[in-house]
């Protein structure tokens, strides 16, 4: 079950993250964990809805791993290219950005508007890094009240700190699970091919 969003004034702040990092340390899959967080922060800052894209390591492309918000079924199926959009740019640049109005912004792309229908007012957007190594981004977009400021991107910033770690906890043990499966497989075969050499051996060859 996903939990419902929880109502924070901005006197939460400060509490809301400490039970954020209990959650973290906490048994609890990291995905739903992460889940509750974007909720927290969305709601803190009064977005209207909020995404965590991951970076494909491969070809650069970000796809849509989390997304909370009345269009969310629609955004994950989407990719966007390297530096396509707000969330793209922040990503190539590393550098986290607020918009406060996306019609003025030349980095904003339409795209995802005209794919889903949401029309987006404005945008906060950070990188998730780990030892510089980026993992994707985290962005919320239009303020309900208001546009984002310096206090929303700091709030995002730090729950982007912790979320980051733990994809990058999840990828690790994703790439050792398949490393183990390898190593696995890799044994059977070698018993497969001993066990029918053994058998090669002890079987009398027969001499016309």
Partial sequence: MKPEPIPVDRESEVQILATLGELMGSSMPFREVITIAMRFTSAMMGADGSSLLLLDRKDGNLSFYIVLGEKAEQLRNI???QGEGIAGYVAATGVPMVVSDVNREHHFSKRVDH???FKTRSIACVPLRVRDELKGV????SKRVG?????DLDMLTAIAGPVAIMIDHARLIDEVKGLHEKLEKAGRVKAEFLATMTHELRTPINIV
């Fill in 138 to 141: 985290i962005e919320v977009v």
């Fill in 79 to 81: 990719t966007l290219a």
């Fill in 147 to 151: 546009s984002f400021n310096d206090k």
């Fill in 115 to 117: 794919v889903t229908g």
